[in-house]
């Protein structure tokens, strides 16, 4: 079974359907028992969606918002591995 960190260490794949068909499985089981990781894919899909809208419209993106989203997915990471609380 998948933990949480090596499920987001392979989001970026299962995002772009890059990993085998047993690993997409396991993120596939992951996501059933895990709130926090659904959270994480959700923010990672929206992620890549708007990076892709901004691809097809031929505009770059800002350099602040490269940095805002920077920010935002390292603070989720950092969130996933070391959850407030835990000590």
Same mark, same amino acid.
């Given at each position: 079974?998948l933990?949480c960190?090596e499920?987001? $260490?392979?989001? $970026?794949e ?8 047993s690993r !997409? @499985?396991?993120?596939r089981?992951?996501l059933? %028992?895990?709130n926090?990781?659904r !959270? @994480?894919?959700?923010?990672? !899909? ?10 097809? $419209? #031929?505009?770059?993106?800002?350099? $602040?918002?490269?940095?805002? %989203?920077d920010?935002?997915l390292? #603070? ?7 959850p407030?609380?835990?000590?």
């Amino acid at each position: 079974m998948l933990k949480c960190r090596e499920f987001t $260490s392979l989001a $970026s794949e299962y995002v772009d359907g890059q990993l085998s068909p047993s690993r !997409r @499985f396991a993120m596939r089981f992951h996501l059933l %028992i895990c709130n926090h990781c659904r !959270r @994480f894919i959700r923010g990672w !899909r929206q992620t890549v969606d708007i990076l892709k809208r901004l691809e097809r $419209s #031929q505009a770059e993106p800002s350099e $602040s918002l490269i940095t805002r %989203i920077d920010d935002a997915l390292a #603070q989720r990471l950092a969130e996933r591995t070391h959850p407030p609380g835990a000590g």
